[in-house]
């Protein structure tokens, strides 16, 4: 079975400009999320779908950040712009189901270096 | 709020050498415990987990038991191999409603033949 995939797995980016990263979960997986990761520290959620409702998007910066789901299966996540504090790695996830202990299946993840 | 504290890296070990790395946690109600591994290069993967109180998860020689009393999950493996060195990291799940997962900063681990 393939994993979740992420494009692109590296990005390098002038502040001010728009950066987009595009995820594919599993197949079948209806809960995707996106988690910011920064150097050094866990990942933390931005955004978490159901289908394709954002059901949690609490901690989204949304000034700079969006994020779709159409059709409830990719998501692509956006800034606009991007700053220089955004320089982070930015993960997808799937799971099947939305129980609390259901597992979570990560992608690479995409490195985001804002200059 | 929801909390996961863990030891800090990296942790440093010889090959066989046992390892211990601690996790501590914050939760209201009863969440689910997990740890996650990240191989460099790789996405995090499920290490193993525990949904409730006393019990134990396993896997890869690992095993990590939820002790409510000291609201602690530490990870353990008797015999560390060269490759097992990764980033390990804790988290925790609400055991209501949807899946959010609350993650540790995560403990490098290193080991040498």
């Known amino acids: 079975e393939a994993g979740v995939v992420q494009s692109p797995r590296y990005k390098i980016i002038e502040k001010k400009q728009p950066v987009a990263f595009w995820c594919n979960p599993i197949?079948?997986?209806?809960?995707l999320y996106w988690y910011l990761q920064n150097l050094g520290q866990g990942p933390e959620l931005l955004i978490r779908y159901e289908n394709e409702e954002a059901v949690d998007d609490s901690q989204l910066p949304k000034d700079r950040f969006s994020a779709e789901r159409l059709k409830g299966v990719d998501s692509t996540l956006k800034i606009q712009p991007a700053e220089l504090g955004d320089s982070a790695v930015y993960l997808c996830?799937?799971?099947f189901g939305q129980g609390s202990d259901n597992e979570q299946f990560f992608g690479p993840g995409t490195r985001l270096t804002v200059l | 709020g929801n909390s996961v504290t863990q030891m800090e890296g990296p942790v440093t070990l010889s090959e066989e050498a046992f390892l211990t790395i601690n996790c501590t946690y914050t939760?209201?109600?009863?969440?689910?415990l997990f740890w996650y591994v990240q191989y460099p290069g790789e996405g995090l993967q499920l290490l193993l987990k525990?949904?409730?109180?006393?019990d134990k998860g396993s896997n890869k020689g690992f095993e990590a038991t939820y002790r409510k009393e000291t609201t602690s999950f530490h990870l353990e493996k008797g015999s560390v191999q060269v490759s097992d060195s990764a980033v390990y990291f804790c988290a925790l799940s609400r055991n209501s409603g949807y899946s959010t997962l609350t993650f540790g900063k995560g403990t490098m681990l290193l080991v040498s033949p």
């Open positions: 996830a799937s799971s």
């Open positions: 939760a209201t109600g009863y969440p689910s």
């Open positions: 525990a949904t409730k109180a006393d």
């Open positions: 197949s079948g997986h209806n809960t």
